[in-house]
């Protein structure tokens, strides 16, 4: 909630600065990306903390299921960034483009920011309605499938995010960072190349992607 309640501080004291619509739309659009970013990295994080535990004989955090609060942070982090992507695209089109449909056509073809935008808005959405626990059952190992799709939108969202940015200016680094030692983690795991680094606490601790 930190960034909408810094935007209606700003908007209650009116201090959205010289260009508001910009403040608001890479307000909500950054903070979709940074938790999207943050949702993608409680798997690995899980398991960075299970071993690391392992590894120094700490009492708590050698069984996997030790962290299994942070699961459930997964699931908030990744409708909070919906609802940030979901507010992002409504200022687009209420205020940039005041609902007009044809213009909305026409930027999607000529400016590929909104379509990677568009697309990853797209894909979120069938995320976040298959987020609950009666759809994860419902689905079985589909689930699992479907949700690494969110991948795909990180990798969007930053496209959206660096066809914005000024050539020159440095904003887009930290998310690309981040967002490449996810991707790079997940495609060492999928080649096997951690596997013996990372499995000091046995079967239960033995990344595999997930």
């Known amino acids: 909630m930190l960034p909408a309640l810094a935007l209606l501080a700003r908007v209650l004291s009116s201090d959205l600065g010289p260009n508001p619509l910009a403040l608001l739309l890479h307000t909500t659009g950054r903070s979709a990306l940074v938790l999207l970013t943050a949702t993608l990295a409680i798997t690995p994080l ?24 942070l699961v459930r942070l997964r699931r908030l982090l990744g409708l909070s960034c919906f609802a940030y992507a979901l507010a992002h695209a409504w200022i687009f089109a209420a205020f940039d483009l005041g609902y007009d449909w044809s213009a909305a056509l026409s930027e ?3 400016k590929p920011y909104v379509l990677a935008g568009l697309l990853a808005l797209l894909i979120l959405a069938p995320l976040a309605a298959t987020s609950t626990q009666s759809m994860v ?16 939108a990180a990798v969007l969202g930053l496209l959206h995010f660096w066809w914005l940015t000024k050539p020159g200016l ?3 680094w ?20 951690l596997e013996r680094w990372d499995g000091f606490d046995g079967k239960e601790s033995l990344v595999r992607p997930t």
């Open 46 to 69: 899980r398991r960075w903390l299970t071993n690391l535990s392992a590894y120094t004989h700490q009492r708590y955090g050698k069984r996997l299921s030790d962290w299994n609060w």
């Open 108 to 110: 999607v073809q000529e």
């Open 137 to 152: 059952r419902r689905l079985g190992r589909h689930w699992r499938r479907l949700h690494r799709l969110s991948y795909a």
């Open 170 to 172: 440095i904003s887009p």
């Open 174 to 193: 930290p998310d690309t960072a981040a967002l490449t030692l996810l991707l790079g983690y997940r495609a060492a795991l999928y080649s096997g190349l």
